[in-house]
């Protein structure tokens, strides 16, 4: 069975860590299988908001986009997904981000432009197969202000423990 610390903390008071409370679950009689952490294979990507999206001179595909992070200027990002567009709320990488895989996020020179960091697929964060353009988090901040600058992984929650315990036939009462 697997058990979401998040989920979990909804329905019940805890004021202990994942670690711990798999500690105690397991003194308690519960064979705990593994503590799988979830959300934490990228560090320094933002909740941004696409400002501009124009298409890039001597390219077919790639644009020159605007991006809102929060700060006092607004970061050049060049981007080849089919899908980006002005308005967008979306996962920014910024230079120096590390990505699942060790890939580091560096700034480069595309068609003459400094792009200064990437936007991101869920695929390129590790949270899904999904490659089929860049994430947009439109849906996740619908009616409020999105928390432009934000770390991506605090603003969605995607941190959490996740305990995979092996329930007995004789521990019907843990089911």
Known sequence: MLVSYNWLKKYVDLDISGEE???????????????????????????????????????????LLGVDIGGAEPLTVICGAPNVAAGQIVACAKVGAELPGGFQI???????VLSQGMICSQKELGLSEDHSGIWVLDDYFAGQAAPLGQELAEALALKDTVLLIELTPNRSDCL
């Open 21 to 63: 409370l798999a500690e105690r679950l397991t003194f308690a009689g519960l064979e705990l299988d593994e503590i799988i952490y979830q959300g934490g294979g990228f560090t320094n990507v933002t909740v941004a908001q696409v400002l501009t999206c124009d298409p890039v001179k001597g390219s077919d595909h790639l644009h």
């Open 106 to 112: 560096t700034a480069r020179k595309t068609f003459g």
